[in-house]
């Protein structure tokens, strides 16, 4: 009977350490190892102005036993001009968070730098540090790198700015030297497209502006159906999205938007001020036709206006004759009668 508990016993604590292992497993997997940039902007506007600066950091996030790395990265040279860059090692050194990181440096001291090599006319970096013995390993979170980067040119769709890793390896140490697995991820800017389209009607400019991730065509104004219609295009696939100020000298009243005339108005936002009506919605892309109808626009006043217009000009006409008409009168009745 005793014999029979022990081996229930046994079996029991097997199973305990199994799961405990599977758990430790699957809780360590929620976090992986990643290799990335974070960076103050995100967005490039195409009004963005030429040679603002901004900061890009390279970070090794949820990392254990590291020990050395190596990196090569890339950048769009068209785009983004190299400015300058801090490296952020060691953690000894750069204890706080190193913005626009959260995280402070990476790897303790002593260290061994292999290579920091910037070529910014072809757009490229090479960095490689280690740890060296006594050193402890490094776990958790750290900052590489902090670059700053100037806009060198206004970009638009379908431009494709971006910081691009070439390669990356990690290592632990520093009795065992073996590669960490990891991932890395690209850092790719979206590019929002703000432009002023100018509607002549009447000989009266209305400005119309699209801020939009796809490429928008000049919009058309149509005074029969009170509309706007443009296309906006951008990769297949890709989630693009458009904001629209429509002035409400040029349209106004109760709005319909339609995308190859299907009606999305009801997942529209559409908000306003005393002057311009706003309408933001989405849609997948490649290339959509969108309608942007209103119930009120500038035709009905300009014909109103036109008939007021007309009425003024001939009551002018009208009291004119009338008053030459009188003026003529008293001289006619002078003249004298011929027999």
């Not at 508990?5 to 599977?22: D, R």
């Not at 065509?217 to 295009?233: C, R």
Request: glycine residues 4%; negative net charge.
């Amino acid at each position: 009977m005793k014999i029979k508990q022990a081996i229930i016993l046994l079996v029991t604590l097997a199973l305990l350490a199994t799961a405990t292992h599977m758990h430790i497993r699957c809780a360590g997997a929620v976090e992986p190892v990643i290799v990335r940039f974070i960076s103050e902007m995100t967005e490039l506007r195409s009004d963005i102005q030429v040679n603002q600066t901004f900061k890009v950091a390279v970070v090794i996030e949820n990392v254990a036993i590291l020990y050395g790395f190596d990196f090569q990265l890339n950048w769009t040279t068209e785009y983004l001009e190299y400015d300058s860059h801090i490296v952020t090692i060691p953690v000894n050194t750069y204890s706080t968070s190193q913005p626009p990181s959260p995280h402070p440096g990476v790897l303790h001291s002593p260290i061994l730098p292999v290579k920091n090599e910037v070529n910014a006319s072809a757009g490229t970096y090479w960095i490689g540090y280690s740890s060296m013995y006594p050193a402890s390993t490094f776990n958790g979170s750290g900052t590489v790198a902090v670059f700053t980067f100037k806009v060198a040119k206004q970009p638009a769709p379908p431009a494709d700015v971006y910081i691009h890793f070439v390669s990356t390896d990690l290592a632990e140490g520093p009795i065992d030297v073996n590669p960490i697995g990891h991932s890395s991820q690209d850092l790719h800017f979206a590019i929002i497209d703000v432009k002023e389209h100018i509607i002549t009607h009447d000989a009266i400019d209305y400005a119309v502006i699209t801020e939009s991730n796809s490429t928008v065509s000049a919009p058309m104004f149509n005074e029969t159906s009170k509309s706007l219609q443009f296309n906006v295009t951008g990769v297949d696939g890709a989630t693009g999205y458009c904001n629209v100020s429509i002035p409400k000298t040029l349209m106004w009243g109760e709005w319909a938007i339609l995308l190859d005339d299907q009606p999305v108005t009801p997942e529209a936002e559409i908000t306003g001020d005393n002057n311009n009506a706003y309408i933001f919605f989405t849609y997948e892309l490649s290339t959509r036709r969108v309608y942007i109808t209103s119930t009120e626009a500038v035709p009905e006043y300009a014909s109103w206006t036109s008939v007021v217009l007309v009425l003024a000009t001939l009551a002018t006409i009208t009291l004119m004759i009338d008053r030459r008409i009188k003026h003529r009168s008293p001289k006619s009745s002078q003249t004298p009668l011929s027999f």
